[in-house]
């Protein structure tokens, strides 16, 4: 397995571009290589996953997040990755070979299935993860939005050749994620797993820069301000148990000098800087490097 794994979907939020910088500020010094258990609370795209367990030999990991059909697919990934080859593979033939007015209506069709059902708690659905990757793969812009009634939203994509299944990455992810838990659920589920000899990365929703930049939509539900403060609580609470801890956000003072949300919330902490090129925005022209925050309980 030596080509480089990545996420099977593309996630706002996701941290791909931002894995050399975040690789600097990881508790573990690559030659020790062991990470007796590893936490992520809002695992998406599962970038830093991803770059963790190629990096490290992790005994036990652990990832929710409150999209029910991300952890779905994370799981039939995991368990029956040859059946949603073949559902994908189907798939991209029958899409492939249509012209744009024929894509078109075999992807509202699919929309159209995918949210007329409801997904269950702890269901494992192979087609619909494969539908879910499929409309990942084929919106516009290819990125995951539902709107306040929890439907997916996102209109057809204009791509000529997109590839709808990686075989082989979806089988070298599968062989990666063997000993991951996934769960759906809240951020907190992931407390009782928490022990000192725990890392855990919080990459929760972005707090928005301001009110049109923001992209929250990962479910119905939105992580406003108090959801930050609550989380600030929680990462308290890890910290006493000596857990090291590091958690992502956007950084309110490229708007607003002044604003000291963070410096407030996690005051006590080290609260690091990094640059990204943020990718999704609601202005184009205001896409370009702004900085990050990284706030970890340790030194590097
Ligand atoms: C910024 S994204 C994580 C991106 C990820 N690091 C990547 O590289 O793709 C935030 C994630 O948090 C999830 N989320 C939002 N609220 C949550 C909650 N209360 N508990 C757990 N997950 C939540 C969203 O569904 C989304 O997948």
């Given at each position: 397995?030596?080509?480089?794994?990545?996420?099977?979907?593309?996630?706002?939020?996701?941290?791909?571009?931002?894995?050399?910088?975040?690789?600097?500020?990881?508790?573990?010094?690559?030659?020790?290589?062991?990470?007796?258990?590893?936490?992520?609370?809002?695992?998406?795209?599962?970038?830093?996953?991803?770059?963790?367990?190629?990096?490290?030999?992790?005994?036990?990991?652990?990832?929710?997040?409150?999209?029910m059909d991300l952890i779905n697919s994370?799981n039939v990934?995991?368990?029956?990755?040859?059946?949603?080859?073949?559902?994908?593979?189907?798939?991209?033939?029958?899409?492939?070979?249509?012209?744009?007015?024929?894509?078109?209506?075999?992807?509202?069709?699919?929309?159209?299935?995918?949210?007329?059902?409801?997904l269950?708690?702890?269901e494992q659905n192979?087609?619909r993860a494969?539908?879910f990757?499929?409309?990942?793969?084929?919106?516009?812009?290819?990125?995951?939005?539902?709107?306040?009634?929890?439907?997916?939203?996102?209109?057809?994509?204009?791509?000529?050749?997109?590839?709808?299944?990686?075989?082989?990455?979806?089988?070298?992810?599968?062989?990666?994620?063997?000993?991951?838990?996934?769960?759906?659920?809240?951020?907190?589920?992931?407390?009782?797993?928490?022990?000192?000899?725990?890392?855990?990365?919080?990459?929760?929703?972005?707090?928005?820069?301001?009110?049109?930049?923001?992209?929250?939509?990962?479910?119905?539900?939105?992580?406003?301000?108090?959801?930050?403060?609550?989380?600030?609580?929680?990462?308290?609470?890890?910290?006493?148990?000596?857990?090291?801890?590091?958690?992502?956000?956007?950084?309110?003072?490229?708007?607003?000098?002044?604003?000291?949300?963070?410096?407030?919330?996690?005051?006590?902490?080290?609260?690091?800087?990094?640059?990204?090129?943020?990718?999704?925005?609601?202005?184009?022209?205001?896409?370009?490097?702004?900085?990050?925050?990284?706030?970890?309980?340790?030194?590097?």
């Amino acid at each position: 397995m030596s080509e480089k794994i990545r996420p099977f979907v593309k996630w706002a939020g996701g941290k791909g571009s931002l894995i050399p910088q975040l690789n600097k500020f990881y508790p573990y010094e690559l030659k020790n290589g062991i990470i007796e258990r590893y936490i992520e609370p809002f695992v998406g795209g599962g970038a830093v996953l991803i770059d963790i367990l190629q990096k490290y030999d992790v005994r036990q990991a652990y990832a929710f997040d409150i999209n029910m059909d991300l952890i779905n697919s994370y799981n039939v990934i995991k368990n029956n990755v040859q059946e949603l080859i073949t559902n994908l593979k189907r798939m991209e033939s029958e899409y492939l070979k249509l012209e744009q007015e024929g894509r078109k209506t075999y992807f509202y069709n699919k929309r159209d299935e995918y949210n007329n059902y409801n997904l269950k708690e702890n269901e494992q659905n192979i087609q619909r993860a494969a539908q879910f990757i499929y409309l990942n793969r084929t919106c516009f812009n290819g990125l995951y939005r539902v709107n306040k009634n929890g439907r997916f939203n996102v209109p057809v994509g204009k791509y000529k050749n997109p590839t709808i299944c990686d075989e082989q990455n979806l089988r070298n992810l599968s062989n990666l994620i063997q000993n991951v838990q996934f769960q759906y659920g809240d951020y907190k589920k992931s407390l009782k797993y928490v022990t000192e000899n725990t890392f855990v990365y919080f990459d929760p929703p972005y707090r928005p820069l301001n009110v049109t930049s923001g992209f929250t939509s990962y479910t119905k539900e939105d992580f406003n301000d108090d959801n930050q403060t609550e989380l600030a609580t929680f990462y308290r609470e890890l910290n006493e148990r000596n857990a090291k801890l590091m958690l992502s956000n956007s950084n309110p003072k490229n708007t607003n000098k002044e604003d000291d949300f963070f410096d407030n919330i996690y005051q006590g902490f080290n609260i690091n800087e990094i640059y990204a090129n943020r990718m999704i925005n609601a202005k184009s022209n205001e896409r370009g490097k702004i900085s990050e925050i990284l706030v970890t309980n340790y030194n590097i």
